[in-house]
T-cell receptor, first 113, second 114 residues
Framework: GQQLNQSPQSMFIQEGEDVSMNCTSSSIFNTWLWYKQDPGEGPVLLIALYKAGELTSNGRLTAQFGITRKDSFLNISASIPSDVGIYFCAGLGRKTSYDKVIFGPGTSLSVIP | DAGVIQSPRHEVTEMGQEVTLRCKPISGHNSLFWYRQTMMRGLELLIYFNNNVPIDDSGMPEDRFSAKMPNASFSTLKIQPSEPRDSAVYFC????????????FGPGTRLTVT
């Protein structure tokens, strides 16, 4: 079945550093979504991507829809302590008669002040 | 505008008891999703409703789990009887099916079965 892989699994960075993480799949996806989950809360949508090659920014966050449609990247510039959390990618693929959103396992980000 | 509302936020119960989790989706959204999150298995889709009709329940672990959506503004996830391995955080999410498929999550219910 369709699965997503995220790397790295976890990251420890210094405040002010830039962060890069990615999401890959063996299947083609038509939409990519990036979420952030704070401890004790539900995932919050950060960025949505709808076309191959699309590059979208949301403040210090930038995400790209891979040209092969099998991957996506999220970059965070000048990290701050509140960036701590788990970042999930999600892809919209095709399952029989409806489109199903598949979530990756997440990348845990820790920011050292 | 209120987001997805879930209740209770925390539930502690003894093995064998019935547990009911509740969700109110965002007004106007026509799709509703129930997820379970654990350290071992991550975020798992349990069941998905579109226009109050269950579309995919292949993620429901076993017959002890059931979900209903009697109207567009309310859904329940019931576990009967509950077992310790059901301990997890249960999330409800809603989205507009037609269009972006962006899902908006509630704050979750943390369930502990002792």
């Amino acid at each position: 079945g369709q699965q997503l892989n995220q790397s790295p699994q976890s990251m420890f960075i210094q405040e002010g550093e830039d962060v890069s993480m990615n999401c890959t799949s063996s299947s083609i996806f038509n939409t990519w979504l990036w979420y952030k989950q704070d401890p004790g809360e539900g995932p919050v949508l950060l960025i949505a991507l709808y076309k191959a090659g699309e590059l979208t920014s949301n403040g210090r966050l930038t995400a790209q829809f891979g040209i092969t449609r099998k991957d996506s990247f999220l970059n965070i510039s000048a990290s701050i302590p509140s960036d701590v959390g788990i970042y999930f990618c999600a892809g919209l693929g095709r399952k029989t008669s409806y489109d199903k959103v598949i979530f990756g396992p997440g990348t845990s980000l820790s920011v050292i002040p | 505008d209120a987001g997805v509302i879930q209740s209770p936020r925390h539930e502690v119960t003894e093995m064998g008891q019935e547990v009911t989790l509740r969700c109110k989706p965002i007004s106007g959204h026509n799709s509703l999703f129930w997820y379970r999150q654990t350290m071992m298995r991550g975020l798992e889709l349990l069941i998905y409703f579109n226009n109050n009709v269950p579309i995919d329940d292949s993620g429901m672990p076993e017959d002890r789990f059931s979900a209903k959506m009697p109207n567009a503004s309310f859904s329940t996830l019931k576990i009967q009887p509950s077992e310790p391995r059901d301990s997890a955080v249960y999330f409800c999410a809603s989205s507009l099916l037609q269009g972006t498929h962006e899902q908006y999550f509630g704050p979750g219910t943390r369930l502990t079965v002792t």
